[in-house]
């Protein structure tokens, strides 16, 4: 069982709510929900900082596109920006080294680390960055 549905949305922090009920759409009873939640989170960080970051002085019809894969076992969440190439892996090890709890901003790369059980972004050949969301769980029966 594989189930795989995509949104596209501009690039405006108010296309959140249009993103959760289409993701709440999708949620089928044997994922756990503690499991949801995160992936919900998950998406949720990840859709605003391709906005706030990625995005940042583009026009808001510049598209963002979101992919969710549902597997017997897995469940996958892919945003592509159009943003400029962008290393992961150094600005994921910063993050965790915030001391500031009270940082308004900051945390959503440590929130993505904690909640998936992978986390990638890649450069793809036509310009665009994904950004690869990946939780595990054991199905509900």
Not at 81 to 95: E, T, V, W
Request: glycine share 4%; net charge negative.
């Amino acid at each position: 069982m594989i189930n795989t549905s995509q949104l596209q949305v501009r690039t405006e922090i108010d296309e959140l709510s249009q993103i959760l009920d289409w993701f709440d759409q999708l949620q089928q009873p044997s994922i756990p929900t503690a499991v949801w939640l995160q992936c919900q989170t998950a998406l949720a960080e990840g859709f605003t900082n391709a906005v706030r970051h990625a995005h940042k002085g583009k026009s808001i019809d510049t598209t963002i596109t979101i992919d969710v894969t549902i597997q017997a076992h897995a469940l996958e969440v892919r945003i592509w920006d159009q943003g400029p190439a962008f290393d992961l892996a150094p600005a994921m090890a910063a993050a965790q080294q915030l001391t500031d709890q009270e940082a308004i901003g900051g945390r959503g790369l440590v929130l993505l680390k904690r909640m998936a059980d992978r986390v990638s972004y890649i450069r793809t050949p036509d310009n665009r960055n994904c950004l690869l969301i990946i939780k595990e769980y054991t199905p509900l029966t």
